[in-house]
């Protein structure tokens, strides 16, 4: 079992509608989670962090289901723009050594 | 948040030949800096970490011989890829953090095409 699993899709989806990614772990011990994002041939970018009691960030919640060992990336209202691979990125143990999962391609089209 | 530097953008060599990739930490002192290597559609493969002023640690399966890893300042680190040959060809990433920071800040990459 792979460390940190993702859905690869890609999902395709309308403007306008709501898509929701998950994102497994199999490290029980593991500390930090984090969503990126990758724009074609470009380097990934801090989306946002994801906490315990679930975050939002305009149409982006995130969300940390620690007793299942996943995290959640909810995005409302999609935009174009939101086109790009979404990465998932856990921090397992002490260290700071994260695993990416394989990331999550989404294409909005109009 | 935090630059981070990679240069070249991009390189195009013949097979054979050596390549050195730099990355900059321009605005933070960076206690660790990672290597990622991305082959198309595919996740990052995180190839090796490495500390200011010591050894870098390879992941299982890179070549430490063929990566040569240098990270001489909180702000500089180096990959030189030796003898490239067509299958080196890839899109490498550095990314740099500080103890201080949960957070990684990557540079903009580097894309090798080995002839």
């Known amino acids: 079992r792979k460390e940190v699993e993702q859905d690869p899709g890609p999902f395709n989806v309308p403007e306008g509608a709501t898509v929701a990614f998950n994102c497994t772990y199999s490290n029980s011990a593991s500390q930090s989670f984090f969503w990126y994002r990758q724009d074609c041939r470009k380097e990934p970018k801090l989306l946002m962090s994801v906490y315990s009691s679930g975050n939002e960030d305009g149409r982006f919640t995130a969300q940390l289901n620690r007793a299942s060992q996943y995290i959640s990336l909810l995005i409302r209202d999609s935009k174009l723009s939101d086109s790009a691979t979404y990465l998932c990125?856990?921090?397992?143990?002490?260290?700071?050594?994260?695993?990416f999962g394989r990331g999550t391609s989404l294409i909005v089209h109009p | 948040g935090a630059v981070v530097s990679q240069h070249p953008s991009r390189v195009i060599c013949k097979s054979g030949t050596s390549v050195k990739i730099e990355c900059r930490s321009l605005d933070f002192q960076a206690t660790t800096m990672f290597w990622y290597r991305q082959f198309p559609k595919q996740s990052l493969m995180l190839m090796a970490t490495s500390n200011e002023g010591s050894k870098a640690t390879y992941e299982q399966g890179v070549e430490k011989d063929k990566f040569l890893i240098n990270h001489a300042s909180l702000t500089l680190s180096t990959l030189t890829v030796t003898s490239a040959h067509p299958e080196d060809s890839s899109f490498y990433i550095c990314?740099?953090?500080?103890?201080?920071?949960?957070?990684?800040?990557f540079g903009p990459g580097t894309r090798l095409t080995v002839l």
């Open positions: 990125v856990v921090n397992m143990g002490g260290s700071y050594i994260p695993t």
């Open positions: 990314s740099a953090s500080h103890r201080d920071y949960n957070e990684q800040f």
